[in-house]
Structure formats: structure tokens, C-alpha cells
């Protein structure tokens, strides 16, 4: 079996959305001087999808969204011409040329992003070659079902918050992470407003429910500094992403409080990037997304590494790659979940593109051992509501 070519294709949303709040999440870009709320404008409407045929009529589906317009030029230019005409089982030194011939000017970012596509794409024709899904070559199940946590309640309306919580506690959901919406640019006002929020969800869904708090990489250090001891009391299971991502060392001291779990790798990559947090105590949860890190052959050992430092791995955003991974390894106890939505910020289009993504059951989520490979396929009733970029 070899593979015989590669398809990418920017698939760019143009039906309806539901415009984001100002203030529905913070984030980096809080702390620069704008005439506008960035997050007012913020969203990724477009989706790259990676399809890699072999020679015997096998066809992987691998996906993109960090970029995708760049990600699949990255793709087209540099590492199709890398993988074709290569068996893909020899997955190991597919992925060792793609991350060694772009390493001088990619190994993080969205070329990293561009090789987790394709790589995906590889595991998926590796399943359906022997007929089983892809947590079963990774490990098998290691889960009855995988426990998910309800993920999309953004900073808005404290009582719309609130009714949203309840919503989903009523269908059987027992942990939930909000969004923080203010930061060290709108001063104490920011901080009264962060601790109403926190406060208001943590009225609806009380104290034996888990509450994961998301900063969305929008504070400081000496701003986290002053807000952890605050929020010590609501008793959240992480604090996710207070700094940028390349303030290792502060991650690190804010871990060290001991006062809340820090969470993050959403924006790391590899295993080296891996290695550098976690032998900097810099956070209790690892949280990679498998469509960014490098594909599930860089996940699979990020996973192998988390296990022997006893740190959880609970990956970003849902979706089929991340929950076989999650399947698969005792190293994930549980993982993220956003509901199917309107289209929004943008994490709703996975909905939209790909059918078989498991629905959320009473707090849980399912794969089928009947399923070969990723599970997924390319969704035909919303196509005409995407410009799609060959």
C-alpha cells in the first residue's frame, strides 16, 4: 500500500453566525491598545480537510483549522511531495521527514498544525486498512465510555450563563468550564466582574460538580498572582491558560502557588514542547489538541510522557482525533465537549463539516469498536453554505 495523493481543501463558512459578545472570553490581545474589542471580532469561519488516497482506493480524512489557508499551502508546497508514494505504516519516519525538512522554519505553529493534518489522515487510512478504529491501534479502550465535560459557557449575561449551566446539568453533565471575559486592562472593575462570573455558575451547579475556569491566555502574571488567592474559594479543578503560552516560567510559578491547578498546551507543540513543561512543574493538566501538537503520532507519546510524570492529559476542544487518544490511554480521564451550535466562534463547524462525531450521552461520550479508523466523514447537507478553496 502506498500513498498515491494528497486533496486539501479550505472549507470557508458563509451561512449564518451568531456574532460573538465583546467581552466572551479574554485573551492575548486585551493588553494592546485597539479601537475595537478584539474578541467583538474574533472567530475562525474556516476549516482545512486533508484527504490522502493510496493506491489500492483507501482514502484518510485529516483536518486543519489553525490557519487554514497558510496550512494548506504548507501542505500543497512542502509536505505532499514528502508522503506520496510512501507506505503509509511507516508512519514514524512519514511524520520524522515532514517535521525535519520544514524544522528551520516550522516545528511550532501552523506547520506543525499542516503535519498533525496529515498525519491524521495517515492513521485513518491505518484503520480502515485492518478494519478497527484508531484507539484500538493505539492501545485499545481503556474506558467503558469517556467521561466529557460541557465546554462552551463564554462570558456574557451572567443570568443567560446561568440559564445555559442549568440547561446542561438537567442532561446529565457534571463538570463545566467557563470563560473569564475581563483582564489586567480593565483594572478592579475586571476583577469584580471575573468574580461574578465565577460565583453566578458556581450558584447553579453548586460545589459537587467540577468547575474548570478558561483565561484563554488574556491575563499577566502579576494579574493571575492577585486573582488566584480570590478565586481559591469557588474551588475550580484548573485554571486554564492565564498567560501567553511562551511565558513557560510563568506557568511554572503561578503551578507552584499551589493554590490552583494550572492547565495549558493548547499552543505547544511536539514532544520536546511537552518535555520543557513538564520538567518545569509548569502545569497540572496537559491539554494538546491532536490537530495541532503534531497528529496522533506525537500525541500517542505526549500521552507516554504525561503517564510517567502523573500529570492528567485532557486535550482542547473535543473531537474525533483527540477522543481516540483519550479512548486509549489512562493518562486522559476525561475530555472536552462542545455541543452542536450555530455557528459562533468557530469551534461549531466541526458539526458542520463531519458526520460521525459522538454525541454527548448523560455526561458521556461513546466510540464504536464497528467504526475502522478516525470515524469520520465529509457532512454533504451543509456544503452549499461553504465557499470550498481547491
Known sequence: MKIKSVRARVFQWKGKTVPPQGNFCSNAMDLVYSNTESMSTFRFHSWTVVEIETDDGIVGIGNVALAPAIAKAIIDQYLTPLVVGQDP???????????????????????????????????????KSVNKPVFKLLGGRTKEKIPCYYSKLYRGDLKEMQDEAQKFMDQGFTAFKMRFGYGPAHLQHGVKENLKSVEAIREVIGYDNDLMLECYMGWNLEYAKRMLPKLAKYE??????????????????????????????????????????LDKKAVSVVQYDTNRVGGITAAHKINALCEAYSVPVIPHAGQMHNYHLTMSTLASPMAEYFPIFDVEVGNELFWYIFDGEPIADNGFLQLRDDVPGLGLTLKTEYLDQFDIIE
Open 89 to 127: 505504516w511507516d508512519y514514524e519516519y512519514l511524520w520524522q521527514r515532514m517535521y525535519r525538512a520544514t524544522h528551520a522554519w516550522g516545528r511550532k505553529g501552523v506547520t506543525m498544525a499542516a503535519i498533525s493534518a496529515i498525519d491524521l489522515a495517515i492513521w485513518d487510512i491505518l484503520g
Open 236 to 277: 475550580p479543578r484548573w485554571l486554564e491558560e492565564p498567560v501567553i503560552a511562551d511565558d513557560i516560567d510563568g506557568y511554572a510559578e503561578l503551578n507552584a502557588m499551589n493554590i490552583i491547578p494550572i492547565s495549558g498546551g493548547e499552543h505547544e507543540f511536539s514532544l520536546y514542547g511537552f518535555k520543557q513543561l
